[in-house]
């Protein structure tokens, strides 16, 4: 079993920023590739970013392409999301989520080929 705790949510004015943790326990770290996705009220939970076990691969959503950056420190068991030039549309609750993907270099963006969940952090973004 995985166990991810995230942290850093809050409320910031749009063009502010925030940085996420997600710590994981459980596991080797090393073992998976890690994925930040977003929730809005009424809407599906979707790919923010997410990286592999090595950090060497990323993917983004187009939407947050240039303002935000995933990042990992396997030696702290801890994934970040760097989020810069926040906008309203980023509002939404943030859920890191763990893909058990040992040697691959792979970066995963859908949600059904995540296995363990965080339980996520709000962020609010005002105008």
């Known amino acids: 079993q995985v166990q991810l705790v995230e942290s850093g949510g809050g409320l910031v004015q749009a063009g502010g920023s925030l940085r996420l943790s997600c710590t994981a326990s459980?596991?080797?770290?090393?073992?998976?590739?890690m994925g930040w996705f977003r929730q809005a009220p009424g809407k599906e939970r979707e790919v923010a970013a997410s990286i592999s076990w090595s950090g060497r691969g990323t993917y983004y959503a187009d939407s947050v392409k240039g303002r935000f950056t995933i990042s990992r420190d396997n030696a702290k068991n801890t994934v970040y999301l760097q989020m810069n030039s926040l906008k309203p549309e980023d509002t939404a609750v943030y859920y890191c989520?763990?893909?058990?993907?040992?040697?691959?270099?792979?970066?995963?963006?859908?949600?059904?080929?995540?296995?363990?969940w965080g339980q996520g952090t709000q962020v609010t973004v005002s105008s």
């Open positions: 459980g596991r080797t770290f090393s073992d998976y590739a």
């Open positions: 989520a763990a893909h058990v993907t040992p040697n691959s270099e792979r970066a995963y963006y859908r949600t059904d080929q995540y296995e363990y």
